[in-house]
């Protein structure tokens, strides 16, 4: 398995995807405001790991500049289709990964990982790419399931979905492990909320700005 891997099972599964309800609508609306509210109308912000542009089509009006990018071609190929049917002068969409981008393409005031943290293969190496990335005491955003926390039935099933093409790499950590790698990664963390409307669903919110 290997990050091209990885890339193929979201091509394959991006139009199913694409269907999908929101299981949590509430808590979405919740992360949606809290981070709205963290960024301001002259703000560059880059979004990692898109997926089909949901967020990035309801975040972007409010921004001078907003990057949204993600690891499937199939995931972004939809996203432009929406953002076809409904123009934001200040969003554009790419196929890349944090790594990929070149330097010069920031720096960011903002970079946002909602969804998008437990799918990278190499997490603290991420970080720092992030950190690069960022402008002078630029914020990091992110909302990540931590798998460690979960119900640990998942861990034991995860493996099995990979191994038969069912699920992607998928690390297993803690909220706590997290907030470590997040702070030597060169990060002073301001705020770990949860905004879960349905119990703790383990995706802690943390904002996080560039030391």
């Known amino acids: 398995m ?8 979201w091509d394959r599964t991006s139009r199913r995807y694409a269907k999908g309800a929101i299981a949590d609508q509430a808590g979405y609306d ?4 809290r981070t709205r509210a963290l960024l301001g109308s002259s703000d560059r912000v880059l979004e990692l790991g898109c997926g089909t542009g949901t967020t990035a089509l309801r975040l972007a009006g409010a921004v001078q500049r907003y990057l949204a990018t993600d690891i499937s071609a199939g995931m972004i190929a939809i996203a432009e289709e929406k953002h076809a049917a409904d123009p934001i002068p200040a969003l554009s ?3 890349a990964t944090a790594e990929a981008l070149d330097p010069g393409i920031g ?3 903002a970079v ?3 969804n998008y943290l437990h799918l990278v293969r190499d997490l603290p190496g991420t970080l720092r790419r992030i950190h690069a990335l960022l402008a002078a005491e630029g914020l990091f955003i992110s909302k990540t399931p931590c798998v460690g926390d979960m119900n640990p039935l998942i861990r034991l099933v995860l493996p099995a979905m990979r191994a038969v093409g069912k699920a992607p790499y998928a690390g297993v950590f803690r909220a706590a492990a997290l907030s470590r790698l997040i702070g030597a ?8 909320e949860s905004h879960a409307t349905k119990g703790d669903d383990g995706r802690p919110y943390i904002v ?4």
């Open 2 to 9: 290997s990050t091209a891997s990885d890339a193929r099972f």
């Open 30 to 33: 919740r992360t949606l405001d």
């Open 93 to 95: 969409f790419r196929t």
């Open 107 to 109: 720096p960011f005031d």
């Open 112 to 114: 946002l990982g909602f």
């Open 185 to 192: 990664a060169g990060f002073d963390i301001l705020a770990v």
């Open 208 to 211: 996080a700005r560039k030391r």
